[in-house]
Nanobody, 125 residues
Framework: VQLQASGGGLVQAGGSLRLSCAASGRISSYYAIGWFRQAPGKEREFVAAVRWSGNSPNYADSVKDRFTISRDNAKNTVNLQMNSLKPEDTALYHC???????????????????WGQGTQVTVSS
């Protein structure tokens, strides 16, 4: 399985961006795609996750009600719609794959075994 993230850029505070994670290869419906981010000098943190089927979205408290994760069946992507962006959302965003079935999707980066390259999101104040 290969993952490729895209859609990052520079946006003013309050603006929106849409990240996409394109996946190729054999992916079971119960696999999870997660988005993580890492700002300079900070640890990587969980942002959101969803099953490949599109079910069971899960969000970090810091992005709940602002970000929406969804599956685009036609394009074979998992998208992260980011609204009301804040300067503290500035980070390198990665998508990743967890192939283990879990009742609740993991928020731990160590449990995601396939990673795409990052896409930079910069929010200016």
């Amino acid at each position: 399985v290969q993952l490729q993230a895209s859609g990052g850029g520079l946006v003013q505070a309050g603006g929106s961006l849409r990240l996409s994670c394109a996946a190729s290869g054999r992916i079971s419906s119960y696999y999870a795609i997660g988005w993580f981010r890492q700002a300079p000098g900070k640890e990587r943190e969980f942002v959101a996750a969803v099953r490949w089927s599109g079910n069971s979205p899960n969000y970090a408290d810091s992005v709940k009600d602002r970000f929406t994760i969804s599956r685009d069946n036609a394009k074979n992507t998992v998208n992260l719609q980011m609204n009301s962006l804040k300067p503290e959302d500035t980070a390198l965003y990665h998508c990743a794959l967890d192939t283990v079935f879990r009742v609740q999707l993991s928020v731990l980066s160590g449990e995601y075994t396939k990673w795409g390259q990052g896409t930079q999101v910069t929010v200016s104040s």
